[in-house]
């Protein structure tokens, strides 16, 4: 794990490359509940038509006995809970692969994230940034893995990194 990792900065901005090595893993300090609400508007944004996630009456009738969440919307909560440790600084994603879904989610179901860096190179193109390739997965409240990718990004360095946060010159008034 790169130095001082486990003590918190009084402001956080996120890991630039950096603060990264190769093996060092990470595991999301929060839990997600995935809710029917959530699976239903996901369906309906993404246009998904496929009946095993909307209609309960049709789930029942196959081998999972329930409405299974689109699995887009565990990968986008999955990645969701995995950037304040790995890519809050992105600049970009390179590539995505070798996604895999070993067990279903279903709403209701916790889930947390758990990434490990698989390789750290420079940028050939952009001194500001470096590529960083993880390999994440997501593991629900019985300990079952239920996704599982490798993720490759554009990481700002340190050097590169603007400060975003305006301030103000108004003085607290309590």
Do not use: C
């Not at 496929?50 to 329930?66: D, L, M, P, S, W």
């Amino acid at each position: 794990m790169a130095p001082d990792a486990e003590n918190a900065p009084k402001r956080w901005r996120g890991r630039f490359y950096e603060d990264f090595a190769v093996g060092d893993s990470f595991a999301s300090r929060l839990g997600r509940t995935i809710t029917e609400t959530d699976n239903s508007w996901f369906t309906l944004l993404t246009m998904n038509t496929n009946q095993v996630h909307f209609n309960r009456a049709y789930a029942e009738q196959t081998r999972f006995g329930r409405p299974l969440v689109v699995s887009t919307l565990t990968l986008a909560i999955i990645v969701g809970l995995s950037v304040a440790d790995t890519s809050e600084n992105a600049v970009a994603n390179l590539a995505w692969s070798e996604i895999n879904l070993p067990n279903p989610v279903f709403a209701g179901d916790t889930l947390w994230a758990e990434s490990e860096v698989l390789s750290l190179r420079e940028s050939a193109s952009n001194q500001d940034v470096g590529i960083v390739s993880i390999r994440t997965r997501g593991i629900n409240q019985r300990r079952e893995v239920v996704i599982e990718f490798q993720r490759t990004f554009m990481l700002l360095k340190r050097h590169a990194a603007e400060d975003v946060y305006p301030g103000t010159d108004t003085p607290w008034q309590i």
